[in-house]
């Protein structure tokens, strides 16, 4: 990154009670940390919010208007500016930001009417060239992932494709990822991930309540495995032929997990039913090509938020946030941080907490520089506003870093510059 001696930088949005704070911060010795928060302007006052997509070269705001698709560039961020979830797709120079529509509905009313919600594909240009809008996609309705797959040293006749789930349709679409077809980024197949014994009404169709969330490629097996929260299981698909082959039990589970040697999925949930008064977190290890759970574990008072592997694949790392209500809540353990010894999987060995500031709210990320750029952790701490550095070697507390004047809920990091990753 030029005019920029860091050896990585890490972006963030906070979104407060009535504004949004952005930050970034930086080392060039991971040891001293730096951090600079910008000024935020007035909302926009438009219907359709501005997204914020990331920071250039020259640290200035890079953001996308939804009805123009224009991309524009500022030297603070709009109150009102969204920051949506966004994923790297590998080995190439485009991002794709997902849009999961209303609550209700999961419906985009701008591009897609009543028939779902959007991701969008923007390519990110380079120190020289703009930024570019390539495609907005309706794909069904939200909230959405899309999950990578192209051809493998095991797999060479794998497709270049997208598989994206869309959780209140109950299915996936597959989209056309390869740039020389005509049909690239267009929907070639629909899967329905109905099972219509575990639904009341015995329907057989989209929408259902499969409830898909969490989905991994395996390149070990070759399958895409897609948690199916509202049906308790892990549909298993050929990505030749988009059928479901077999289903995995797996209650409880809220996401996926793929391990780097691609032969184990980690699922992570919790447990509100059990007992009035706690939450138990929940962690389950599945065996890809015996297709069972080997080890499950409990955390009691515990809601495990967003777990990430180290770059070097040694230690997992779950964030704690908040859920539940009354006993449970106030039960709950929302300032730590739980790290695991994978190094012997389908073993999982809890090796420390770290203490952590606060996270009042569902969702707390996690980042990492990329490998080769430093050993460290970054945990947001969104009701304090700030950012825990953590050694990586140690797992001891390094800084705690100021990123806003005030505390907020709704905390994302930003993916668009390179050596850094996360959720």
């Not at 409880?252 to 509100?272: Q, W």
Request: net charge negative; hydrophobic share 30%; charged share 20%.
């Amino acid at each position: 990154m030029s005019n920029n001696t860091a050896k990585w930088s890490l972006v963030s949005h906070l979104q407060t009670a009535n504004s949004a704070s952005l930050s970034l911060i930086s080392s060039s010795d991971n040891k001293t940390f730096t951090s600079q928060i910008f000024p935020t302007s007035e909302n926009s006052g438009k219907q359709y919010a501005p997204w914020f997509l990331g920071l250039n070269h020259d640290k200035q705001i890079i953001l996308f208007d939804p009805e123009s698709k224009n991309i524009s560039l500022s030297d603070a961020i709009p109150g009102d500016a969204v920051a949506t979830y966004a994923y790297r797709q590998p080995n190439s120079n485009l991002m794709w930001f997902v849009n999961d529509g209303d609550k209700e509905h999961g419906n985009d009313p701008l591009n897609c009417g009543d028939k779902g919600s959007t991701i969008t594909v923007i390519d990110k240009g380079s120190d020289t060239e703009a930024p570019k809008h390539i495609k907005t996609i309706c794909v069904g309705h939200g909230h959405h992932v899309p999950t990578f797959i192209s051809p493998t040293l095991n797999q060479p006749d794998l497709p270049s494709i997208v598989y994206v789930s869309n959780l209140l349709g109950g299915d996936i679409v597959v989209l056309d990822n390869d740039p020389n077809n005509d049909t690239y980024l267009s929907i070639t197949d629909t899967i329905n991930l109905c099972e219509p014994e575990k639904e009341k009404d015995g329907r057989t169709g989209i929408p259902n309540n499969a409830f898909p969330h969490g989905k991994q490629f395996s390149s070990v097996t070759g399958k895409i495995y897609s948690l199916n929260n509202g049906y308790g299981t892990v549909a298993v698909i050929n990505p030749l032929t988009h059928e479901i082959e077999s289903r995995i039990p797996l209650k409880g589970a809220s996401n996926l997990l793929l391990s780097y040697d691609g032969k184990y999925l980690i699922g992570k949930g919790a447990d509100r039913k059990s007992n009035p008064d706690h939450v138990i977190g929940k962690l389950s290890v599945i065996d890809v090509e015996k297709e069972k759970i080997i080890h499950q574990y409990d955390v009691e008072d515990y809601y495990p938020s967003v777990y990430r592997f180290s770059a070097n694949g040694k230690k997992l790392y779950v964030t704690s946030a908040a859920t539940g209500k009354d006993k449970q809540k106030n039960n709950l353990k929302i300032n730590t941080l739980y790290v695991y010894d994978c190094q012997n999987l389908p073993e999982l060995k809890l090796v420390k907490v770290i203490q952590t500031g606060n996270a009042d709210c569902g969702r707390r990320p996690i980042a990492f520089p990329e490998s080769g750029n430093g050993d460290l952790i970054f945990i947001p701490n969104p009701t304090d506003g700030t950012l825990d550095v953590i050694n990586g070697e140690t797992d001891e507390l390094m800084e705690t870093i100021q990123i806003s004047d005030e505390g907020g809920k709704e905390f994302n990091f930003s993916l668009w510059i390179p050596g850094v990753y996360g959720a």
